[in-house]
Antibody, heavy 118, light 107 residues
């Protein structure tokens, strides 16, 4: 059974770059679309974007100018970078897997809280 | 972006009740609609995809219907573990978008 686990700093200073990595275990990263989704405390879900194992990406236009994603197939990992962060970027960040059949998100990491504060 | 609007925002019900949650898309998404359940402090869990299809392991008391712009999630014979927040999500186009959530509370 595939499991996803986010890792990275839980505190980032304003104007700096948020960096997270997701490790995929129990299955290969060489298929599916690998997504990042975030949830501000007490609020709803926002799709950040995804990366295909071959490197193709699709980002939310609302974040596109600040987001980049990369995939590291040899390590079964993929990563998120969000630059120029503000307090509005404080959220639980989830990595997840989107299927290519019905485009649903069928597997989620447990989530990691990232707080933007000086 | 396609806007997803859920109603109600919250609902109270008792164990054994039947509950229906509605999701409306701002444009036609055909059957590209998924439902997720989220409990406090946990990641969302996929319940239904493609409007109707039950994800493996999900109890049959959950069902989905609709097409185009109007969709429903129905939970029959509510169980204690069903009290959670439910989100719809369109998978028709980019960016993927979610409804604002419906909180199902115990009456």
């Amino acid at each position: 059974q595939v499991q996803l686990q986010e890792s990275g700093p839980g505190l980032v200073k304003p104007s700096e770059t948020l960096s997270l990595t997701c490790t995929v275990s129990g299955g290969s990263i060489n298929s599916f679309y690998w997504s990042w989704i975030r949830q501000p405390p007490g609020k709803g879900l926002e799709w950040i974007g995804y990366i295909y194992y071959s490197g193709g990406t699709n980002y939310n236009p609302s974040l596109k100018s600040r987001v980049s994603m990369s995939v590291h197939t040899s390590k079964n990992q993929f990563s998120l970078r969000l630059n120029s962060v503000t307090a509005a970027d404080t959220a639980v960040y989830y990595c997840a897997r989107e299927t290519s059949t019905w485009n649903n998100i069928d597997c989620w990491g447990q989530g990691t809280l990232v707080t933007v504060s000086s | 972006d396609i806007q997803m609007t859920q109603s109600p925002s919250s609902v109270s019900a008792s164990v054994g009740d039947r509950v229906t949650i509605t999701c409306r898309a701002s444009q036609d998404i055909s059957s590209w609609l998924a439902w997720y359940q989220q409990k406090p402090g946990k990641a969302p869990k996929l319940l239904i995809y493609g409007t109707f299809s039950l994800q493996s392991g999900v109890p049959s008391r959950f069902s989905g219907s609709g097409s185009g712009t109007d969709f429903t999630l129905t939970i029959s014979n509510l169980q204690p573990e069903d009290f959670a927040t439910y989100y719809c999500q369109q998978a028709n186009s980019f960016p993927r978008t979610f409804g604002q959530g419906t909180r199902l509370e115990i009456k």
